[in-house]
């Protein structure tokens, strides 16, 4: 059983002064930063680009930074964004042409990637056995993407739950994202349908003191981590 991350999302931070934000919450306790990308094409709506990761890499941040591409087409940025320093890179699967060639590539340039799945996206991509075995991250969307703040979808947890066991059930070595609408109240649920990284934008950023939240949250995690474990060991020895 993998540790629970906590991912604070760049979207709700203070773009004026991004870098110091981000050492905020990393000094806070995050352990990755989720980097939202938008392009006014996939999505309603416009973030930054590589130079932006270049530049957070240049300013000291060295913790992951987990991009979640919401673009269209994907590959040039995919690779702009490994050159700038990503961690791991994930992209949404209906927005490239060719998904095994994309996370190909992602890989080539040495990043861990990811698929991310919309409410509504068909989650069959899945059940490639050729595409499971490239992945290091499966992140669901708890919300239409495009905009931070609003409502976590609650059909989620049963996504989650029948993606968690595809996961276990092939024993891969892939992390389980949720990213939307994630707070202190909904984390403990969402970590017991089987989420072992959790995107924060608004619940972190928009609070005064980023160390309680994240405390808080993590005091959620703990609750479930016992059972969680269990159950993880019970489902394996089935
Ligand atoms: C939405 C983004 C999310 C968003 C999360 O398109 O992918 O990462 O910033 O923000 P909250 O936590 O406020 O829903
Ligand atoms: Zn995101």
Redesign the pocket.
Known sequence: MKEFLIAP?I??ADFARLGEDIAKVLASGADVI?F?V?DNHY?PNLTVGSIVCKSLRNYGILAPIDV?L?VKPVDHLAIAFAKAGATSISFHPEATKDIAYTLALIKNESCKVGLVFNPNTDLSYLNNIKIMDKLDIILL?S?N??????SFIPTTLNTLYQVRKLIDKGDYDIRLGV????NITNIYKVAKAGADMF?????IFKQPNYKTVIEMMRCELVKVLSPFIKDTILRKNK
Do not use: E, K, R, Y
């Not at 990213?179 to 994630?182: A, E, F, P, T």
């Not at 995107?199 to 619940?203: D, E, F, I, L, N």
């Open positions: 999302s979207l709700s989720h939202d938008m999505v979640h919401m969307m919300v993407p495009g905009f931070s703040g609003q990213d939307g609408g994630i995107v924060a934008g608004s619940a």
